[in-house]
């Protein structure tokens, strides 16, 4: 990760040169990529240097339990779990993204993955001061809508089980061409972890569910649900399709693309 951070940090001081203040940055890559610890490295060497930088994770934007299940009843039954274009709430995105671009006080989302909830708003960490740098986080950060042709077939045992008739699918897509495109409106720059395959990404993806697993131990929360090697291998089918779309995609519209290899070294 050294030397995609390196790389990373130098277009980024390159782009903040000849750019208005603050400049917002896109971060996208597959599950378990490495794009939460590139963005979390980045704030610490531009704060090392004097800068401000807000960090937000696409993660902190997903909608509550209770609104999912809403979405399950209203949309489609596959809502209610947490992960595709859909399930965020892009309106908090958009003021908080906005905010920071005014150099408003804004206070950054949290949620918290043990619970599946969002942190209580009290909890929210406040920007108070103009920022030069916000890094936007997220696997799907930047990704466009795939062709309506591509989503005619069923691509893994979720889709074929589950959405036969294509509604969620479709459901996903459109939430993607619309709110979600509004929200990536924002993006001034876009840098992509591209992995090397989907099949990885079930790998990569297990070993952040492990880690989870570990730092909720250390901090007492027993009664957190993590998820079982099985649970992961059906948790990565809804991302399925849109991260198969984004590797084939986003390298001809990200601004910077790091391609990596199974252990996430950086690639040439």
């Not at 999912?68 to 809502?79: E, G, I």
């Not at 045992?157 to 897509?173: C, S």
């Not at 709110?179 to 993806?205: G, H, I, M, N, T």
Request: hydrophobic content about 40%; some cysteine.
């Amino acid at each position: 990760m050294s030397r995609a951070l390196d790389v990373t940090s130098a277009a980024v001081d390159g782009w903040l040169a000849g750019s208005r203040r603050p400049l917002v940055v896109g971060i996208c890559g597959a599950q378990g990529s490495g794009k939460s610890t590139l963005a979390r490295h980045l704030c610490e060497r531009a704060e090392a240097r004097g800068g401000r930088v807000a960090l937000l994770s696409i993660d902190d934007l997903y909608l509550s339990r209770k609104a999912r299940a809403q979405l399950a009843v209203d949309v489609h039954p596959l809502f209610a779990t947490r992960g595709v274009p859909g399930t965020h709430d892009v309106g908090l995105g958009l003021s908080v993204l906005d905010g920071l671009r005014a150099g408003a006080t804004v206070h950054l989302p949290r949620f918290d993955k043990g619970t599946d909830d969002p942190v209580a708003r009290s909890d929210w960490p406040a920007v108070e001061k103009p920022v030069d740098i916000v890094l936007f986080e997220g696997w799907c950060v930047g990704a466009r809508p795939e062709p309506d042709a591509a989503l005619a077939m069923p691509i893994n045992d979720l889709e074929r089980d589950h959405d036969p008739d294509g509604r969620w699918r479709r459901a996903v897509n459109a939430a993607l061409g619309d709110a979600y495109s509004a929200l990536f409106a924002r993006l001034d720059r876009l840098v992509f972890l591209a992995a090397p395959a989907f099949e990885v990404v079930r790998d990569w993806r297990t070993q952040q569910e492990h880690g989870l697993k570990h730092r909720l131990k250390r901090e007492g929360r027993h009664g957190s649900h993590v998820m079982s090697d099985a649970e992961v291998g059906r948790f990565v089918q809804y991302y399925e399709r849109l991260t198969r779309h984004i590797l084939a995609s986003m390298p001809a519209c990200a601004d910077l693309t790091l391609r990596l290899d199974s252990s996430r070294k950086l690639i040439g």
